[in-house]
Nanobody
Framework: QVQLVESGGGLVQPGGSLRLSCRAS????????MGWFRQAPGKEREFAAV???????AYGDSVKGRFTISRDNAQNTVYLQMNSLKPEDTAVYYC????????????????WGQGTQVTVST
C-alpha cells in the first residue's frame, strides 16, 4: 500500500504561483509513475501531469508550459510547480501513483491522495 498526502494548496491571485507537494509513505515511489489530476466543481477529474520512473514527464494541454512536475525519490515526494495561474485552474488537486497503464487515465492509477484545494481568484 502507498499512502499519499498532498499539501501546498490555497488561495492565489491570477498570475500567481503555487507549489504542491505529495508525500508518500508505505512504499517507495521509485517503483511508480506519479501523476497529478484535478477536479473542478461539476466537472470530471482531469489529467494534469505525470512523471515516470526515469523522470520523463507529460502534461495535459491546459497546463502545458505553465506547470512543472518533478519527483524526489530520496524524499519520497512529488511536486507540482504551478505558474501563471488562471481562475480556470481552480480545482481540487490530487496526487496518484501508477504501477502500469494509461498514464492519462485516472482509472489506471492504483493509489490516490485526499486532494488539496487550489483557488485562483482576486
Amino acid at each position: 500500500q502507498v499512502q499519499l498526502v498532498e499539501s501546498g494548496g490555497g488561495l492565489v491571485q491570477p498570475g500567481g504561483s503555487l507549489r504542491l507537494s505529495c508525500r508518500a509513505s508505505g512504499r517507495t515511489i521509485s517503483n511508480y509513475a506519479m501523476g497529478w489530476f484535478r477536479q473542478a466543481p461539476g466537472k470530471e477529474r482531469e489529467f494534469a501531469a505525470v512523471v515516470w520512473r526515469g523522470s520523463s514527464t507529460a502534461y495535459g494541454d491546459s497546463v502545458k508550459g505553465r506547470f512543472t512536475i518533478s519527483r524526489d525519490n530520496a524524499q519520497n515526494t512529488v511536486y507540482l510547480q504551478m505558474n501563471s495561474l488562471k481562475p480556470e485552474d481552480t480545482a481540487v488537486y490530487y496526487c496518484a501513483a501508477q504501477s502500469n497503464g494509461r498514464w492519462y487515465s485516472q482509472h489506471d492509477y492504483d493509489y490516490w491522495g485526499q486532494g488539496t484545494q487550489v483557488t485562483v481568484s482576486t
